[in-house]
């Protein structure tokens, strides 16, 4: 009798389980599986139960307190050195929903750029000294050539805080008591980058995070605003997210400034030049994949036109309007449209909703594809004005939620995002390390999973995070929940080119090119091939 | 007709906000709360927004990376400075439902009591050196006479490690190099508690501080099994928890060893004698506080009758049959059963399957009211064994969870807990410094409470982190989210005597009690008495 009892506990466990289960899109569509992806999950799983046995239990001398799924920074250079990172590493990885422009470029490659710019010039606004160098940041910018000064570097005992140097020679002079040119570039790289000690310890709250971040931007606007560099920077952008498995990408371009500096030093580029240069480089991008035989590597990219979070309402009429022109000038190339900046900090949704509803108005009279995509619920807020976006943002019919972090503790909100098909843009590592979570494990994206809210998976700032293309995301979500396996990654992947603004031929199309590059990297999982290189 | 768009989308969005808040238990009863009650809450409100700015808003010398709700093991010392904590100490908190026995009294006290216990000895067991004395641990028991050494110092060059010392001479002759007697009492406490460095820095993996932790109670058991401070000690509990407005007390006494040792040293101290230990010191505290004219203020206190999750089938059974046993000699006593240690690293609840659905035959067949109420999902895992507990935990039909910290996961449990009526027992000062969440701010308590899912909330081991009493916790679940307010704390306390093991008649009388209680605290905030003392 006690044995019966067992059995039918044991049926009744698996039914709930099952059930519960059955809620999540990646077992639903389990019976689809291939045999071949059914093995590729085995194996990926197996992989991962070994590693973490072998890498995330046991002592690091460089890497204290490990575990699977454990605080970005302080793993990277574990994860580089993992299985189941190289193979990550050629997935195909859909579409990149969430980021913003100004931060996609590796910072290293960034200021090699910078470098080859005879335009670009340093200066510092306090004399650097070898115990300030830390604490005293760089600023840089194109300069015209009137403005050139004969300072050939920012270390030296006659320099005039103030006074802009070439960047190229700022670096070759500067002295070695600093650490000479070495220095220099772990210096400049420092100031725009967020590093362990900084996320973990000395900035360790959202506040003082936020403080670095936001100066990691003003740093790196000295090159990202210079026209002849964003060009190159575009392209860059674009080609390593390739090399990542990435195929299609819609980033948030901040189109506050209202000229970039061109390659004289003037500002004279404008909000068009940049949309008609990244047309360019879409196409130059496309054309090298055609060339190179791979067409299905790169669909094309979009523009989701952003100003920032603490405009006025009547600035943010102006910045509608431009968007919109520009919308109709180039339908293919502008995606829709967001505010970004600390939600925590500047002004919620409700603040702008006069010209929100302004901007829903004029779509809707011009009869234009246009949707807000907005950021909403970038906190651990709960009842506060940036999670309350979230209730601003779906009313106004965002398309997707950005971040979207505090909608988990949103049961009506979350049945909304479900009826009306919109995704979340997850950024497992931006909000760790911008200390929304501690890990990926305490993250809430396995909630909204399990919920089956849609997500696509984004890396928002690589260039400060250092998390470039999405495979160390993907990494992270994978090691952060033991239902998760290569399907689900494979399944986020999928449901980010769903949900991204293309029309729906073009979607079918970059769906089915994104389904044959799968197959491959299944085979390649099977048979070993994805660890041959 | 912008401007009606715009009254029409506020109209709709407050709907939407009434909606959603309308889940929650506060928000539905907010129409029958008085104006009293009104009025305090908006009290509450405004000192909570006021200490945001003047304290957890600026920099303060002992304390980097402040904000309102940080972690608690840092935060301490200022919390205990804000009105806000001073309130809530006054508020009446209901009932405690999950506390383990043996870590409920506060750990200097403890060492206090031991002092007083001509039997209870010391030694350590290998030599303690002044570097290593943070590495070695002390070694405490209650000795028979004939076990008694001569031996009066564990820091003289003559000690023998392993030889037993009594405390007290031990404490007095501790040596001045290792910084006198005040350097015992700080090893010995420090030997029993998590500090903050441990919790955030050295042991910041929950695999590490598990470990920790685990240690402070196989210290302190050299106290806690020496019977004659055992009944102190209970009393102590008791009287303490009633001092900061706990009124009625479940708590897990872990009956893994069969007897406790008596005041000659000898393990004579039955089960059987603990329970009817425990019910004298009920009833002397129940006297007390009727001579004292308040008997509202201790409506009793019951066991749950717990065993550790490491032992056999087998073993299971005896502590069953114990169980039922006891619960048939003192029904008023034995509240429920429950298995405890560490969910990560022992065994699953399915392990056990055979004896837990033996258990519930048994008093099926008795006909005997003896709840299961399980640890489950005290994890920040995904699917994985700890997690899976909840499952078992709810199909074998427990009364309550304790912790269910991955329960927000589980879309279709969390509607099973509703519809069965289950409460969670979240200790969120706990999960922190067990490095289950980084703060309470992101702790899934707001995802719970705004799904309207009951919960008890509860201090766990507040001997080893420090937060004796409920008023901790209280107060980082005020500061843990804006939707909170001194209602909801009220709901909460309510709450806890709602899902108590009482039966209806005792618990409608336990609630009323506590109803005078909240009124006059709800008076007292109104007028500014609370803060008077």
């Known amino acids: 009798m006690v044995d019966n009892s067992i059995e039918s506990y044991l049926a009744a466990r698996n039914a709930l389980i099952s059930e519960e289960r059955s809620i999540r899109r990646d077992f639903r569509e389990l019976h689809k599986a291939t045999d071949a992806e059914l093995h590729a999950d085995q194996i990926v799983r197996a992989i991962k139960l070994e590693e973490a046995k072998t890498i995330w239990a ?6 204290p307190n490990v575990f699977p799924g454990m ?3 302080s793993a990277r250079s574990l994860i580089t050195k993992t299985k189941i990172f190289q193979l990550i590493s050629k997935m195909p990885k859909g579409a990149l929903l969430h980021s913003h422009l100004d931060a996609m470029v590796n910072a290293a490659d960034l200021l090699k750029m910078a470098l080859e710019e005879p335009a670009m010039h340093v200066k510092v606004s306090t004399r650097l000294m070898v115990s300030s160098l830390e604490s005293t940041m760089p600023i840089f910018r194109g300069l015209k050539p009137s403005e050139y000064s004969d300072e050939s570097s920012i270390t030296s005992s006659t320099y ?14 500067f002295a070695s008591e600093y ?3 070495e220095a220099f570039d772990a210096w400049v790289i420092a100031s725009i980058t967020i590093n362990p000690k900084e996320a973990y310890e000395t900035h360790n709250t959202v506040k003082k995070i936020w403080k670095k971040f936001e100066n990691t931007f003003e740093i790196a606007e000295g090159f990202t605003t210079f026209f002849p560099l964003w060009k190159k920077y575009l392209k860059e952008f674009f080609m390593s997210s390739i090399e990542d498995g990435i195929s299609f990408i819609e980033t948030r371009l901040n189109f506050f400034l209202k000229y970039l500096i061109d390659a004289k030093g003037e500002e004279t580029v404008s909000h068009r030049d940049l949309v008609v240069t990244f047309d360019e480089v879409v196409q130059d991008v496309k054309n090298e994949m055609n060339r190179q035989g791979r067409p299905e590597a790169f669909i094309g990219a979009r523009i989701i036109y952003a100003t920032l979070r603490f405009i006025s309402c009547e600035e943010l009429n102006w910045y509608v309007d431009d968007c919109i022109e520009l919308k109709q000038e180039f339908p293919h190339l502008i995606a829709g449209f967001d ?3 600390s939600e925590n900090d500047f002004k919620p949704l409700i603040f702008y909703i006069e010209p929100l509803l302004r901007f829903k108005h004029r779509v809707q ?9 907005l950021h909403a619920g970038e906190t651990f807020g709960d009842g506060s004005e940036p999670d309350s976006n979230l209730y601003d943002a779906i009313l106004l019919g965002t398309k997707r939620i950005g971040h979207g972090f505090s909608l988990a503790k949103h049961p009506r909100l979350i049945e909304l995002v479900k009826e009306r098909g919109i995704a979340v843009e997850v950024c497992p590592i931006s909000n760790e390390i911008l200390r929304l979570t501690s890990s990926v494990c305490t993250h809430p994206l396995a909630s909204l999973i399990n919920q089956d809210v849609a997500v696509a998976l984004c890396s928002d700032d690589p260039s400060v995070f250092g998390n470039m293309g ?7 979500v994978l090691m952060g929940s033991d239902i998760n396996g290569l399907l689900t990654l494979g399944m986020l992947a999928r449901q980010s080119l769903e949900h991204c603004t293309l029309d729906n031929a073009e979607k079918a199309r970059a769906i089915t090119l994104w389904e044959k590059q799968w197959a491959v990297f299944i085979e390649s999982v099977v048979d070993g091939r994805v660890f041959a290189t």
């Open 470 to 476: 999405l495979s160390f995301d993907f990494f992270q």
């Open 71 to 73: 605080s970005y920074l």
């Open 339 to 341: 505010l970004v900046g």
């Open 58 to 63: 046991i002592d690091h001398p460089d890497t």
């Open 365 to 373: 009279e011009l009869g234009i594809d246009l949707p807000l995509i």
């Open 179 to 181: 650490g000479g040119s």
């Open 160 to 173: 005039v805080p103030g006074t802009w140097v070439q960047i190229r020679r700022a670096r070759e002079s």
